[in-house]
């Protein structure tokens, strides 16, 4: 696929196919390529008029609407970069987000800013330098709708994509043309689409898996596409499941925690009438996978016909456009059951499980093989170096669709991060029969006597206590005024279950400091994908602006600085 492909459906729009949005009142409009088309060029034409030119950043602040596809695709058009950033949430503190929307803004000096005119006023004060806010409604873009039908050349940058910002502030990453055309044509081989497969999906379109993975894809290889809003999702996930039963969508892609959701709040009865015998693919990545979730989304769904062979494990990052590695189509997921006590980066991994305490077993999904042609998976250790099969260490990517770099403060850090065409990704994992098998984030993890511990695989632990099965609690890990610590936050009240993590965690690290803290919705951190942003939260405790109330464990001493980063 050329880079050129990104921008060719503009001009050869097919006017069988579109995109379906579900609206805030229920039921789905549609919107034909053609006239999808004929928005991206009303937005074309309108940056051009305010000076925006080959290569010049625009910040898209637009959710995951009409107006998004015409905002991105324009701003490619006229040869601009697109930068989305992410809409406010409900509940969502207000002079928090223009913080972290003032950063994003100011890494990227960006000509102008397309919004919403809702959301203009969040963005006063913030847009700094020489931006232009331009709201964008369809009213202007249907005035504007015999507006040239011109496609600039692709600049060296496609497209500027930010991290989901769970170890500190979402970072700016620079995705060049061909990286993007790289990822988007290894996505679509990956799953054999072809333009009468259509993709359903609910993940939002300023994060790398519902951008890339779930609206350009798609979009570039001309299929039908139904998009819901996160919060859609959120209140209705059997809405999703009838995109697949009713509607004939095939593809899609979701993070655990998303398929965790419908098994929460879709009851069997639900499903009655439904046919996922179609449904090829759920490409499910953003986190590591509980096997246990897995083994429960196919027990539901699979008396109307699914297939377990269409959950695809993967395994991606912004910093690789989006896609690195994931399971082959009809391949059924594999897992292997490690001696937890054994991943420490550098040595080897225990997998004789049958040797090893039930206790100290974990459980991890395999999330396949490279899927970009010409790029490579390594696991290497704390000098760089590679490490055979079945050792743990660092996850570096290396191949085409790998970014150039990190734009904005910060940049120049992220320079060895992006040495020699590779990233080095902060992530900890093996190898093991050629497929990658990750373990969690380094930065989220402690050193116990010789062990590794990291939080993913305490947060998965702590899910099995059944009071938090709902709740999805984040565990923060660091050292505090000299004790190793481990945090636990859960929204919600208190309760019995207290004692539960307690006990479980002093048993999984003897001689650590356990706090546990219980607050409201809104306690738990998250990215816009869903992550817990376990070093912010981490932050916040030690200066002590977490929120919520410490019911187990003491809270932080005053005035500590030295001890508040992570592991």
């Avoid at 379109?205 to 951008?211: E, N, R, V």
Wanted: aromatic share 6%; net charge positive; charged share 20%.
């Amino acid at each position: 696929m050329t880079t050129g492909t990104l921008t060719g459906w503009l001009t050869h729009p097919d006017p069988r196919r579109g995109i379906r949005f579900l609206e805030p009142a229920g039921g789905w409009s549609f919107h034909a390529y053609p006239q999808l088309a004929a928005s991206a060029f009303a937005v074309a034409e309108l940056l051009r008029e305010h000076g925006v030119g080959p290569g010049d950043p625009v910040v898209l602040l637009l959710g995951s609407g009409p107006e998004f596809v015409a905002g991105f695709f324009g701003a490619l058009a006229a040869g601009a970069v697109p930068a989305p950033i992410a809409p406010p949430l409900a509940l969502q503190d207000d002079a928090e987000y223009r913080l972290r929307m003032a950063r994003q803004v100011a890494a990227l000096g960006p000509a102008v800013v397309l919004t919403r005119p809702a959301w203009s006023r969040l963005l006063e004060g913030s847009a700094g330098g020489r931006a232009r806010v331009l709201p964008v409604t369809a009213a202007e873009l249907a005035a504007r709708a015999d507006a040239p039908r011109s496609v600039s050349p692709p600049t060296r940058r496609a497209l500027v994509q930010f991290t989901s910002g769970s170890t500190g502030q979402p970072r700016a990453v620079a995705v060049s043309a061909e990286a993007l055309a790289a990822n988007v044509s290894a996505i679509g081989e990956w799953l054999r689409m072809a333009p009468d497969d259509p993709t359903a999906s609910w993940l939002p379109f300023h994060h790398d898996m519902g951008l890339v993975g779930c609206l350009l894809t798609p979009v570039v290889h001309g299929s039908d596409l139904w998009v819901m809003r996160p919060e859609d999702f959120v209140r209705s996930p059997v809405q999703w499941l009838r995109c697949f039963g009713e509607q004939g969508a095939r593809l899609t892609a979701a993070p655990c925690f998303g398929l965790a959701h419908v098994l929460r709040r879709v009851r069997p009865e639900a499903l009655a009438g439904l046919d996922f015998s179609r449904w090829r693919a759920v490409i499910t990545g953003a986190e590591r996978i509980d096997p246990r979730v897995l083994e429960r989304f196919v027990a539901l769904l699979e008396p109307h016909g699914f297939d377990s062979r269409a959950l695809l494990p993967a395994y991606g990052l912004a910093e690789a456009t989006l896609a690195v590695t994931g399971v082959a189509l009809r391949e059924e997921p594999s897992t292997v059951t490690v001696d937890r006590r054994t991943l420490r980066p550098g040595r080897p991994v225990g997998l004789r499980a049958e040797e090893v305490p039930e206790a100290d077993r974990l459980i991890l999904v395999g999330c396949g093989r490279a899927l970009v042609a010409g790029s490579t998976v390594a696991v290497v250790d704390a000098g760089g170096r590679p490490l055979p099969e079945d050792y743990c260490g660092e996850i570096v990517v290396s191949g085409p669709s790998v970014a150039n770099g990190r734009l904005g403060t910060g940049a120049r850090n992220g320079r060895a991060a992006f040495a020699g065409g590779s990233v080095r990704t902060g992530d900890c994992g093996f190898l093991h029969d050629g497929q990658l098998y990750v373990v969690g984030r380094l930065g989220d993890s402690l050193k116990r006597r010789g062990r590794t511990v990291f939080a993913e695989d305490l947060e998965a632990e702590l899910s099995r206590i059944a009071a938090l099965q709902r709740r999805r609690p984040a565990v923060l890990l660091g050292t505090l005024a000299g004790a190793d610590t481990a945090v636990v936050v859960v929204e919600g009240r208190s309760g019995g279950w207290i004692a539960e993590v307690e006990q479980l965690l002093h048993r999984r690290l003897d001689g650590i400091a356990v706090v546990v803290v219980v607050g409201p919705r809104g306690t738990v951190r998250r990215t816009t994908s869903g992550k817990p942003r376990r070093r912010p939260m981490w932050d916040a405790f030690v200066a002590g602006t977490l929120g919520g109330t410490v019911v187990a464990g003491a809270a932080p001493p005053a005035r500590v600085h030295e001890d508040h980063q992570l592991s």
